[in-house]
């Protein structure tokens, strides 16, 4: 992906090293790992973060101490990683402020096309855990967005995950990690986010996950229409670049997460969509370029 010397959005807040703590967890959209039903995280859902936290090498002990000191070894790295993010250097901020940047261009012009004012929203950098408008985040959970202050939150250990563990590595992977969670913001700001909530809110969890999976797949599909409004303005896209980012959609799809971390599938419990439907909804949106081909709630097949 060519982004060395392009504008940096200023909608980026680093808060590495901080720490964060709030009860609750996030209730927005994002690349997290499903956990739960429409209702509380119960026992169940407990014992699976908590299992995902060992799997991620992340010490459960974070789960109890709300308000309190995390443990020596976490305030080690969010030293290190403040450190490294207040370095005029840091390649990976100034990676993701281009990003943000591109798509501040783009959902800007867009929303201009159809009449619309677009609020660009901030991403906020975090090692860890982080506190935001919607509970506490963990960096085991993916990054997310809290509809309820309009923040992208992100921690660069998930990029890590993609490379190591799930073998979908580049900087265009990363991209679509990105563009995936303004794909939520877009919703938001088009209302789809509100009603999706508003319908949720009645159903079975089955038939909440069925929505859910159809707004994330509509981010995936948005996070397409990015890309191909980003590449035909400003010549973004190297080859390969495609593929990385279809790689990182299918390597994060549920029935991929679920086989890793329990050794089966659910598909009632899905909530972002399977590895296929993931990387063929981002293609979509990809080829079309339109927002109107996004329309993942009408659609009879995912």
Not at 168 to 180: K, R
Request: hydrophobic content about 35%; some cysteine; overall charge negative.
């Amino acid at each position: 992906m060519r982004w060395r010397g392009r504008r940096e959005s200023s909608n980026v807040e680093d808060r590495r090293g901080r720490g964060g703590y709030s009860a609750g967890f996030p209730g927005g959209g994002g690349m997290r790992i499903p956990v739960g039903g429409k209702g509380g995280i119960g026992i169940v859902g407990l014992l699976i973060i908590v299992g995902l936290m060992l799997f991620f090498g992340i010490d459960p002990r974070v789960l109890l101490q709300e308000g309190g000191a995390p443990p020596p070894s976490q305030q080690t790295e969010q030293r290190t990683d403040d450190q490294t993010g207040t370095d005029a250097n840091d390649e990976m901020k100034k990676f993701v402020s281009v990003v943000l940047a591109d798509t501040e261009d783009v959902w800007n012009e867009i929303f201009s096309e159809g009449g619309r004012t677009y609020r660009e929203p901030e991403l906020v950098l975090y090692s860890g855990r982080v506190s935001s408008a919607c509970g506490l985040g963990m960096a085991a959970m993916g990054p997310f967005y809290c509809p309820q202050d309009q923040k992208v939150y992100l921690d660069f250990s998930f990029f890590r995950e993609l490379k190591s563990r799930f073998d979908a590595p580049g900087d265009f992977a990363q991209a679509y990690v990105i563009a995936h969670e303004i794909g939520h913001h877009v919703q938001k700001q088009l209302g789809v986010a509100d009603q999706v909530r508003a319908a949720q809110q009645g159903a079975s969890e089955r038939q909440s996950n069925a929505l859910q999976v159809r707004m994330e797949l509509q981010a995936d599909c948005l996070a397409g229409v990015f890309a191909n409004h980003a590449d035909r303005s400003k010549d973004i896209l190297q080859p390969g670049d495609v593929d990385e980012a279809l790689r990182a959609a299918s390597a994060i799809g549920d029935d991929n997460i679920q086989k890793q971390t329990q050794g089966y599938v659910v598909p009632d419990s899905f909530t972002h969509g399977s590895s296929e439907m993931r990387s063929r909804w981002f293609k979509r949106g990809f080829e079309s370029g339109s927002v109107s081909d996004c329309d993942t709630f009408s659609a009879d097949s995912l």
